[in-house]
Structures are given as structure tokens and as C-alpha cells.
């Protein structure tokens, strides 16, 4: 749907905005300094990201004018391309090829205005620091809502491009950290909340005043029951593959003890009765049953001969017989070298 007021102007730009690219032509591609701004963990791809939207200058209100009508204009002639079929567009804006043409128009010059206005971006991440989103991916969120911004403007109100699009990509922002920073989502409003409690925080440490939830309250206008809540819920999940201190080496997971762990004792004793029972296997069928019920090596219950005897179907002297004569096998060196060598 075109905006109110916007069907005029979009008749009168289709005639205009095949004509020439007058904002273009004076602000596009002219190189400027990037501006010296780059995060700890990653000032090169910052600061090739910042060199590159450096080269478009910042546009003057006549130029964000002008680039405005010329995106008007060719969203008219897209929608007019759209929404009728051949004869009707001939008759009603002329020929196809000019409002195609248009139409091509007002896709560059939205390119030209978001480029132009990268830099609103970069200004605006910077007030998010250390919300569990990386630089660029804030940028990247507050891009998408500087499009939009794009894509809503309405220059005929007056006011300049800057003042609308600051809060298409504040929301952006705060959305995307909404969404996307934290490992249990948050709804925008909470976020918002953390958001206004840190720049409290810091202003108040700014000042050198201890920032006490007694104290943040009262800046903030909210109670202490609720600036405490906010503080339990700003906590967020940490992985235990986070790398700290500096040797790069230690991982927060390798200094948390896990309760379910078996003692270093006990997997010793484990890997040895493995080695025990896997020898008991290389024994003949009936002896090894023996052995391992005599020992408990399943369970760890140990049986009495008769208790073997009368599962097995043997009498309790033969029993204890075959018992003597699997040991006897087990001390043999060519039995017992393997848990020698793991004993050794």
C-alpha cells in the first residue's frame, strides 16, 4: 500500500526520478575518515568495516530530500508494475520502460541512503557494551533496522532522517539482544530495563558513587525489590568452554568439580578388576564362571563353594578343585603378564 500522501508525489517522481541522481552525484562515494572505534576481541574486521562505510559522506537535509522523493518515486512505479497489467500501466504512467526504470532508480538511491547512514549505526551499537552480543553483530541488528527507517521515511513531514531512524535502530538493537544474546530469551522490555539500569550503574560510578541497589532505585524511580529482580534476571548462562585467565588454556568447566565423578581410587580399582575379569574370560567356560562368582567380579557379592556347587550341578569339593586350578593357571607368567604390565 503507498503511504498517504504519497501518490501524488510518486506521480510527479516517476517523471522525476529517471531525470538524474542530483543527491547521488554530489554525496556518493566520496571517501571520508572512518571513524576510530574498534572492540577489543575484534579491531581488525571493525576496523575494515569502519573504513569501508567511511568512504560515503554524510548526506545534507537537501540531499536526504532528494534521495527520499527518488525512493517514493519508485516504490510508486513498483507498485503501479505490480499491482496492473500492461495496457493499464501504459495508460496510466506511460511507458513500461521508464517506470522500470524508476523502479531501478529507487533501489539505488535506498542503497545510497542506508550507506550514507551506516555510521548512525555504529554510534548507536556502541551504547549496547558487554550484552552478550558481539560489535558486529550489533551493527548487523541495527542495520536492519536502519532499512526499515529507510523504508518508512516520510520527508514531508520536516524532521530530519537522523531523528526517525535513531529509533528504528534503538529497537532494533535491543531486540535482536532480546533474541539472540542470551541462552534463555528475555521479552524486549526486560531488556529494555537492564538497558536503563546500566547507564544508571554507570553514571552513578562515573560520579564515584557505589552503585547500591539502594541507589539505583531512587535514580531509577523503581523500587529495590524491583532493581534487585532485574539484577537476578541480568545474570546469564556461561559456557563451560569460556577460556579465562590469560594462558588461554584454562576453561571455567575445568575448575568445577563434578559430584557424579568417580575418584581417581576408584577408577583405578575399576580399570583393574576390568583387567581381572578379562583375564577370567581366557579361562576354560566352567572355571571362569567359578572364579567369578567365588569373587563377586559381576556384582561384587562373593559366593561359598556350596552355593557354586548347587548352581552349577557339581558337588562343593569339586567345586573348590576347579577353583585351584583356574588360580593356578592365573599365576601362570603367560596368564598374568598383561595385569603385570598394567600393575607395573
Excluded: C
Excluded at 1 to 12: C, K, T
Excluded at 129 to 135: L, V
Excluded at 181 to 206: C, F, G, N, Y
Excluded at 246 to 269: H, K, S, Y
Aim: overall charge negative.
Amino acid at each position: 500500500m503507498v503511504r498517504s500522501g504519497a501518490e501524488g508525489r510518486g506521480r510527479a517522481g516517476t517523471r522525476r526520478g529517471a531525470e538524474g541522481h542530483g543527491a547521488e552525484r554530489r554525496g556518493a562515494e566520496r571517501r571520508g575518515r572512518a571513524e576510530p572505534y574498534g572492540p577489543d576481541d575484534e579491531p581488525d574486521l571493525v576496523g575494515q568495516y569502519l573504513t569501508q562505510i567511511g568512504r560515503t559522506e554524510l548526506l545534507t537535509a537537501a540531499e536526504e530530500v532528494e534521495l527520499s522523493k527518488r525512493i517514493e518515486a519508485g516504490v510508486y512505479a513498483r507498485h503501479l508494475l505490480d499491482a496492473a497489467g500492461d495496457d493499464e500501466i501504459v495508460g496510466a504512467a506511460g511507458d513500461r520502460a521508464e517506470l522500470e526504470a524508476v523502479a531501478a532508480d529507487g533501489e539505488r538511491a535506498k542503497d545510497h541512503m542506508i550507506r550514507a547512514n551506516l555510521r548512525l549505526v555504529v554510534s548507536t551499537a556502541r551504547k549496547f557494551p558487554n550484552r552478550g552480543m558481539s560489535f558486529l553483530d550489533l551493527i548487523q541488528e541495527g542495520n536492519l533496522g536502519l532499512i526499515h527507517a529507510v523504508e518508512k521515511f516520510d520527508y514531508a513531514r520536516g524532521y530530519k532522517f537522523s531523528t526517525y531512524a535513531m529509533w528504528w535502530i534503538r529497537q532494533a538493537i535491543g531486540r535482536g539482544l532480546a533474541e539472540k544474546a542470551r541462552t534463555v530469551r528475555l521479552p524486549a522490555h526486560v531488556v529494555e530495563d537492564l538497558s536503563r539500569l546500566t547507564r544508571i550503574e554507570r553514571a552513578l560510578e562515573h560520579a564515584g558513587t557505589e552503585p547500591t541497589d539502594e541507589r539505583v532505585a531512587a535514580e531509577a524511580g523503581e523500587s529495590v525489590e524491583k532493581i534487585v529482580s532485574l539484577r537476578r534476571v541480568a545474570r546469564d548462562v556461561v559456557s563451560l568452554d569460556t577460556v579465562i585467565g590469560r594462558d588461554d588454556d584454562t576453561r571455567v568447566g575445568d575448575l568445577i568439580a563434578d559430584p557424579a565423578a568417580a575418584g581417581p581410587d576408584l577408577v583405578e580399582f575399576q580399570q583393574l578388576a576390568a583387567e581381572v575379569r578379562a583375564m577370567v574370560d581366557r579361562l576354560p567356560p566352567r572355571e571362569a564362571v567359578i572364579l567369578t562368582l567365588r569373587y563377586g567380579l559381576n556384582d561384587g557379592r562373593p559366593h561359598t563353594l556350596q552355593d557354586i556347587a548347587d548352581r552349577i550341578g557339581l558337588t562343593r569339593e569339586r567345586v573348590r578343585q576347579l577353583e585351584q586350578q583356574a588360580l593356578a593357571q592365573l599365576r601362570d607368567p603367560r596368564h598374568g603378564e598383561a595385569l603385570l604390565t598394567w600393575v607395573s
